[in-house]
């Protein structure tokens, strides 16, 4: 593999190396904040901060540069991907780990981090797309994506059918996350 620019890249292009790092990476920070909250005046209001320290934490330490990764490919990392915040939450409350996460994730709003890492792939293309005529990601871009080119592409086109989305409904967007 190599490493560019922090980005794990192996010989065919994948970047699954970087996700189980990744991975690695968020299941310490989650026992960070288990510990934050179970060790600090935080234990009374726990609820209030917990959701606080995830969005602060472990989104930035899971989804950098997470709009490259092709998590469709690699059916365990996804899973083990969506598993990390109803854990921590579970961890967190204090509930048996048989509790099913799917309940966690409806009574506090949590979405699956493969559909977060679908979503920023969505957020990156447009803000290219919003970019001026003159840029170089943009021309390539707008001209490979109507051919449905192997690699960023392909996963886009597929995101967005999965997603139901297109593409065209956001351009011109000035903030895409908000929309």
Request: charged share 30%.
């Amino acid at each position: 593999h190599h490493v560019y620019l922090g980005t794990i890249i192996s010989k065919n292009g994948e970047r699954v190396k970087e996700m189980q790092d990744r991975l690695k990476k968020a299941k310490s920070v989650s026992n960070e904040i288990v510990q934050i909250c179970k060790e600090t005046e935080l234990s009374n209001v726990r609820l209030r901060y917990v959701k606080l320290l995830i969005n602060s934490c472990l989104d930035a330490k899971v989804k950098y540069g997470c709009a490259l990764w092709n998590i469709a490919k690699n059916k365990k990392v996804c899973d083990d991907i969506n598993k990390i915040k109803p854990s921590l939450m579970k961890r967190v409350l204090q509930l048996p780990a048989s509790t099913p996460s799917d309940a966690i994730q409806y009574e506090f709003g949590i979405n699956d981090f493969s559909l977060d890492i679908l979503l920023e792939k969505i957020i990156v293309a447009i803000d290219v797309i919003n970019k001026d005529d003159d840029r170089i990601a943009k021309k390539l871009l707008t001209e490979l994506l109507p051919k449905n080119v192997k690699g960023f592409c392909s996963e886009l086109n597929e995101t967005c059918s999965l997603l139901n989305v297109s593409l065209e409904s956001y351009v011109g967007e000035p903030d895409v996350r908000k929309k």
